[in-house]
């Protein structure tokens, strides 16, 4: 199982980016996946999960109405689209599936949200 993140940087308060994970070397789309973030000194978190065909969402409600959780199952990847990014976005975010008791991350991309 492989999952590569990409699509962070820096930006500005208020701006957009749109991370993707490419996945690898499991079934795809018989997974459900999800987006998690840390930041320095606290425990990771849940962002948003997105059911196998990708009809289910659900988000942390701090960035409910603000970000946006998609799969293509054909492109083996899953995006996290992020609009009216805050400071406190700031974090390194990672993908994230599990297949019983195992569970599987990508190595992270760090969201920085700053002027």
């Known amino acids: 199982v492989q999952l590569v993140e990409s699509g962070g940087g820096l930006v500005q308060p208020g701006g957009s980016l749109r991370l993707s994970c490419a996945a690898s070397g499991f079934s795809f789309s018989r997974y459900e996946m999800s987006w998690y973030r840390q930041t320095p000194g606290k425990e990771r978190e849940l962002v948003a999960a997105?059911?196998?065909?990708?009809?289910?969402?659900n988000y942390a409600d701090s960035v409910k109405g603000r970000f946006t959780i998609s799969r293509d199952n054909a492109k083996n990847t899953v995006y996290l689209q992020m609009n009216s990014l805050k400071p406190e976005d700031t974090a390194v975010y990672y993908c994230h599936t599990q297949n019983g008791p195992y569970y599987y991350w990508g190595q992270g991309t760090q969201v920085t949200v700053s002027s």
């Open positions: 997105i059911t196998r065909a990708g009809w289910s969402t």
